[in-house]
């Protein structure tokens, strides 16, 4: 690992990552603009497990460039071996090869970083910040906090993706993405306070574009003053 792929394969190696390939074995386009491959998992579930919100970071080549960008697993299986990726479809060339990966293609993947620690005491609200990138990872959330009521702001719409979302328990505030995110943090700015003034063990999770996820994080953190172990915040994707 390291060889070829610039010097963040370098530093994954340092920090001792490991490596497999993936295999397509189906695909579905659930929109014009999202699309999910189902694969094998080259022995990464047996080595690894399983935890809630699991990410791995794909290798594309950009031009012949080395290039990285991290997914969600979807339905991880360790039984099989299997699970499932979504992609929110846009230029680039990670967009490019989902769209043309087909049964049989193969992808070099890489695990470390990821992980998750479930807030203690359980949340009596959830909190959640997040876009089309992070789905995946939200509707992994919803699985794991189970009965816990959250609020969900979602930069753009959930306007045929799989949402994981229960009416019942879950309330769904779409904000569309305006001024490279600032709009959706002045949303949460103006909401957030008195949604927090009245539960006693709130969990803020924050995933979206890494300038407005770190902007948030440090609202949330510093101003509200909510602990830090009841605060996850990591940028999923950069905005040009």
């Not at 694969?39 to 047996?46: H, N, W």
């Not at 992609?87 to 769209?99: M, N, T």
């Not at 306007?159 to 569309?176: F, K, Q, T, Y």
Request: charged letters at 25%; aromatic letters at 8%.
């Amino acid at each position: 690992m390291g060889q070829g792929r610039g010097w963040e394969g370098a530093v994954l190696k340092l920090l001792r990552a490991k490596d497999f390939t993936f295999t397509v074995t189906g695909a579905e386009d659930v929109t014009p603009h999202y699309r999910r491959l189902r694969m094998t998992d080259g022995g990464l579930l047996a080595a690894t497990g399983v935890h809630p919100t699991m990410w791995v970071r794909l290798w594309f080549s950009d031009d012949g460039r080395p290039h990285q960008r991290a997914y969600t697993l979807v339905d991880p299986d360790p039984e099989t071996g299997t699970f499932a990726l979504e992609f929110a479809l846009h230029e680039g060339c990670a967009s490019d090869w989902a769209r043309a990966a087909k049964e049989g293609d193969t992808v070099e993947a890489t695990v470390q970083g990821t992980g998750f620690q479930r807030p203690e005491p359980d949340p009596s609200h959830v909190l959640v910040v997040g876009d089309t990138a992070s789905l995946p990872a939200i509707n992994s959330l919803f699985k794991e906090l189970g009965s816990a009521p959250a609020t969900v702001w979602f930069e753009g719409t959930l306007d045929g993706l799989p949402s994981g979302a229960d009416p019942e328990r879950h309330e769904i505030r779409e904000v569309p993405r305006q001024e490279a995110g600032k709009h959706l943090v002045e949303r949460v700015r103006a909401e957030l306070p008195e949604i927090l003034s009245g539960t006693e063990h709130p969990y803020v999770w924050i995933a979206c574009d890494t300038a407005t996820t770190r902007a948030l994080g440090s609202y949330v953190r510093k101003e509200l003053g909510v602990p830090k172990q009841r605060v996850h915040a990591l940028g999923y994707w950069r905005a040009d």
